[in-house]
């Protein structure tokens, strides 16, 4: 999954600058690759946890991801926005 999700990354990163695309579609796309990341990181955890999608581990690597992609994005990741209140249920 990380050799995808690089190779991803990589792909995405040359067609921005063979299009020549703006700085706020760029942004996009890199925003877009930051949830890829989480999402991998949570997809690696669901392997191996016994309880499936709702184990206590998942729903940890889920609540980390969100955390940072807040961190990194905090105008998408608001108090009360839906990531979060799925993670509070």
Known sequence: MDVL?????VDVELVSRELGL???M????RRA????????????????????????EVVDAAGCAVEELAVREPQDYPAGA???VMLAD
């Open 22 to 24: 703006t700085e706020v």
């Open 82 to 84: 839906l990531e979060w």
């Open 33 to 56: 690759l930051d949830r890829l990341e989480c999402v991998a990181a949570v997809l690696e955890t669901m392997r191996p946890a016994s309880g499936g999608y709702e184990s206590a």
């Open 5 to 9: 999700l690089a190779d991803t990354a």
């Open 26 to 29: 760029s942004e996009r796309l």
